[in-house]
């Protein structure tokens, strides 16, 4: 009696965490799916008003406006950049507490100006975009490798990039991460970095090879989110 009643908690632990893997991935590729979606949507609309795209490489049109054009514009950037941010995070939300991580970023893939692109809440400041040459440190090794690394380490890494970390006082020691391709062209699209494992006491660990396959097939399902989607290149 007692081994039955062990298999049955097993299993409605397994049951569980399918659960909460479904709703988490579910919450993240309809988040994936608006950023694409938005920023699909804002480059149709600068070519129907005749302007270039910047994130193309080419020079935007200039245009006289009234200075209550310019704050509209600015507000509605602000507006924009905050509804990307939140779309962003949720996407991290989901995987963070899916994977029990203590930090985590998305970055999305700008193949015109070959940079990574992410947006994140930052204290007083409020919302930040964040862009970096898309070759830089591990999420950039990663966009260029395509592999899944699981970083034990993150100073024993050569392609640990230190200068965020003496900058913020925050130590980094585990680190997994993974690219989002695109489901039709296989063009890698994003990176999403956890990191340090974060432990029932508290303590930092590594991440195991559970978590390698649950990362993965996360990462799958955002891929699926994205099928409606066009091609960055």
């Known amino acids: 009696e007692l081994g039955g009643a062990k298999k049955k908690l097993r299993f409605v632990g397994i049951v569980r965490n399918l659960q909460r893997f479904d709703i988490a991935a579910a919450k993240a590729a309809n988040a994936l799916s608006n950023i694409v979606f938005n920023k699909e949507e804002n480059k149709d609309e600068k070519k129907k008003n005749g302007k270039n795209d910047m994130t193309s490489g080419t020079i935007e049109q200039s245009s006289s406006k009234s200075g209550t054009d310019n704050d509209h514009s ?8 905050m509804e990307k941010t939140q779309l962003f995070t949720e996407i991290m939300n989901s995987l963070r507490q899916l994977l029990s ?25 409020g919302p930040l975009e964040i ?13 260029k490798t395509r592999l899944c690394l699981n970083v034990k380490d993150a100073y024993g890494n050569k392609f640990f990039n230190r ?15 993974g690219v989002i391709r695109h489901p039709r062209t296989k063009v890698v699209c994003g990176v999403v970095q956890l990191i340090n494992k974060i432990g029932r006491m508290g303590e ?3 991440y195991t090879r559970d978590d390698e396959n649950l990362f ?5 399902r955002l891929e699926d989110a ?8």
Not at 74 to 81: D, R, T
Not at 226 to 233: G, K, Q
């Open 226 to 233: 994205l099928s409606h989607t066009r091609s960055p290149v």
């Open 131 to 143: 862009r970096i040459p898309w070759d830089s440190g591990i999420a950039g090794y990663v966009r």
């Open 216 to 220: 993965l097939k996360f990462l799958r």
């Open 163 to 177: 200068s965020i970390d003496k900058k913020t006082g925050f130590r980094t020691k585990s680190i997994l991460c």
């Open 101 to 125: 991580s203590d930090r985590g970023t998305v970055f999305l893939v700008n193949h015109h100006e070959k940079l990574l692109v992410s947006c994140v809440h930052s204290g007083e400041e």
């Open 74 to 81: 600015k507000e509605n950037s602000v507006h924009k950049l």
């Open 204 to 206: 930092v660990n590594t």
